[in-house]
């Protein structure tokens, strides 16, 4: 069984809404390198995205500006879509990086072309939006992107730093969106560079 035994309900609009559905349980299969809290197994896309989507409604009072928490919440949902098709890149891996946008939009073409065009359209409007990190509301839903597997690096002893090799600057510069937009939880991302620097998971 399959998306090939997908059985029409002669609305095209449906069809497409129900095949991309379908589409997205891949999200699952998309493994990330972040490990799980229990250290069993790394996590999947889709786990990533549900426990940012649900940070997203716990941190607003943090940001220096005022949030949209639902447009958001809608972000840290979608954001990582994309990466059915053109995986998942380590956040710590400069040549892996390389290319990185060009690949993420042809599959956000292949991938949004699946939806009735105005419901494509618009998720692939909050991507965008949430890669440009410009508006308050993309900022803020890059905060918990980053703040999620920073938090687990410091919960299984900074697994995916150690096995990048990361430097102190590497992880500064990843983590300078959340210093501008929530520098209250930024004091506490120091605490815990500093600490992992004296445990040897990150370089100097």
Excluded at 69 to 85: A, F, K, N, W
Excluded at 119 to 127: I, P
Excluded at 153 to 163: K, P, S
Aim: charged share 35%; net charge negative.
């Amino acid at each position: 069984m399959g998306i090939d035994d997908f059985i029409s309900s002669d609305i095209k609009r449906l069809d497409e809404q129900l095949i991309f559905t379908a589409e997205i349980d891949k999200m699952t299969s998309v493994a990330r390198r972040t490990l799980l809290l229990d250290k069993s197994r790394r996590e999947n896309d889709a786990e990533h995205s549900w426990h940012i989507a649900v940070m997203a409604m716990l941190f607003s009072e943090y940001a220096i500006e005022k949030v949209d928490i639902g447009r958001s919440v809608q972000m840290c949902v979608v954001h990582d879509l994309v990466e059915i098709i053109a995986g998942d890149t380590f956040a710590y891996d400069p040549e892996g990086n390389m290319g990185k946008k060009e690949r993420e939009e042809k599959a956000a073409d292949i991938l949004y072309a699946k939806l009735p065009e105005e419901q494509g359209q618009h998720l692939r409007d909050l991507w965008e939006e949430f890669d440009a990190m410009e508006t308050a509301d993309a900022k803020y839903a890059a905060c918990m992107d980053r703040i999620q597997p920073f938090l687990h690096n410091t919960l299984t002893d900074g697994f995916t730093w150690v096995e990048g090799n990361t430097s102190r600057d590497q992880v500064e510069k990843r983590m300078a969106i959340v210093k501008e937009f929530m520098p209250k939880v930024y004091e506490w991302m120091e605490k815990n560079i500093d600490s992992a620097i004296e445990k040897g998971w990150v370089r100097p």
